[in-house]
């Protein structure tokens, strides 16, 4: 907690230092424009560039300083929880970036010398036609500033979202990426995520390790023998896991084979350890299937 409170001073300070510095400009440009220097009319196209400027920068700076008000508050409210792994902050912050974006795109018509309420005017006669052309984008973000303001997910936490597994390495307006065991990077668009059901594991401070596999009717076993042979394949790791919550389940009976599913519990989640015990389960179902002995 040290190490987060430390990252979000420094982030504070900086961010801080950025907007005195913004302001600075900010005043130079207004009074630079309030003044009309003679080497305006000379320089017309100067004059445009401060006029953009001066647009953009005020917009800014008033939107940093909602976003330090926002943040100050939200932070002082809930000083224990991890601010790297915060959704209101994440959204705060999309939300602070599609803004500075939008008056940006503002600012650049009036360099050009536009008019900025005739231009928004003719914006909105199209806007029904923009919103039609871009509903899945649109429902994407609002999806996402959904996911980013609520509790239910958060970065790093471990889900399960349809058939995709993994953690969770970030959440934009547009989707949400998962790295899954194999460290594939999965995308996933924020409309399914939110249509889809979602197990979160570590909303449960565990995760469920389970291997599916199939054996031949042919090698003569039973369940019992079956798990207790898998228990004793996996006893070294069991400070690593419930022994508790091991369970060895039949799944289908077929015509030539059998398929099982074992399921443990882990409380502490640990890549490293989740691979070794696989690799032990694995190891174990191979000789079985090979006939040898346990």
Do not use: C
């Amino acid at each position: 907690m040290m190490v987060t409170d430390k990252t979000y001073k420094n982030t504070n300070r900086r961010e801080r230092i950025i907007f005195v510095i913004k302001l600075l400009i900010y005043s130079g440009i207004v009074y630079f424009n309030v003044e009309h220097p003679a080497f305006y009319d000379k320089f017309q196209w100067l004059f445009k560039i401060t006029n953009a400027l001066s647009f953009f920068l005020g917009a800014n700076i008033v939107i940093s300083i909602a976003w330090l008000v926002i943040l100050s508050w939200y932070t002082r409210r809930h000083r224990t929880k991890p601010l790297e792994k915060d959704n209101f902050i994440l959204g705060i912050n999309r939300i602070t970036s599609v803004m500075n974006t939008a008056f940006f795109l503002l600012a650049i018509p009036i360099f050009f010398g536009k008019d900025l309420m005739q231009l928004i005017t003719s914006i909105t006669i199209v806007a029904a036609a923009i919103a039609l052309l871009t509903k899945d984008y649109i429902s994407n973000m609002i999806n996402g500033l959904i996911v980013m303001f609520s509790d239910q997910l958060s970065l790093g936490d471990q889900v399960r979202i349809g058939e995709y597994r993994g953690r969770i390495m970030d959440i934009t307006l547009i989707n949400v990426v998962l790295q899954n065991d194999d460290d594939d990077i999965v995308i996933i668009p924020n409309s399914v995520v939110f249509t889809s059901i979602i197990v979160n594991q570590s909303k449960q401070n565990i995760k469920k390790l389970s291997l599916e596999f199939e054996l031949d009717h042919k090698h003569k076993f039973t369940p019992e023998e079956l798990e207790m042979r898998l228990r004793r394949s996996i006893e070294a790791y069991q400070r690593y896991y419930r022994e508790d919550s091991f369970s060895l389940k039949t799944l289908e009976i077929k015509k030539d084979f059998v398929q099982f599913k074992v399921q443990l519990l882990v409380p502490h989640p640990d890549k490293e350890k989740e691979r070794l015990i696989k690799r032990a389960l694995n190891t174990e179902i191979i000789a079985i299937a090979e006939g040898g002995k346990g």
